[in-house]
């Protein structure tokens, strides 16, 4: 991780460095929360697709509270973190771990089927 202040982005970390701090964090999650995960992947993606820094991170599936019109040998659901956000949002190695870790539990409890409003009543949001 270095400094850039000439270019606005405060760290550097290539995708497979960022990939090791989402599984550290993932790590330290308590295991009630991960272990509930029924075809969940994780996955890191640079930018979401309109290339804005204003996202964190996505849960692209079906919440457990849906599952109902969940078929057998569905496509895992996904949730997304994106790097460059995450990057031009923190200023230290501790503000992006802390950052992750919210962007984990937000986009895990919406798989458990809370809303934005409700994680931004928890502090979540």
Known sequence: MSEDAGSGVALRLDAEQFE?????????????MVEGLDNVVFVVEDRPE???????????????????RYGVGELPDRIILYREPHLAAC???QELRD???TTLVHEIAHF??????????????
Do not use: F, K, N
């Open 20 to 32: 090791a701090l989402v599984v550290d964090e993932l790590d330290q999650l308590p295991d009630d």
């Open 50 to 68: 309109d290339g804005s820094l204003d996202l964190l991170g996505l849960y692209d599936g079906w919440a457990l509270t849906e599952r109902d």
């Open 91 to 93: 200023s230290d190695e």
């Open 99 to 101: 950052e992750i870790h």
């Open 112 to 125: 458990y089927g809370i809303d934005d409003a409700r994680l931004h009543e928890l502090g979540w949001a």
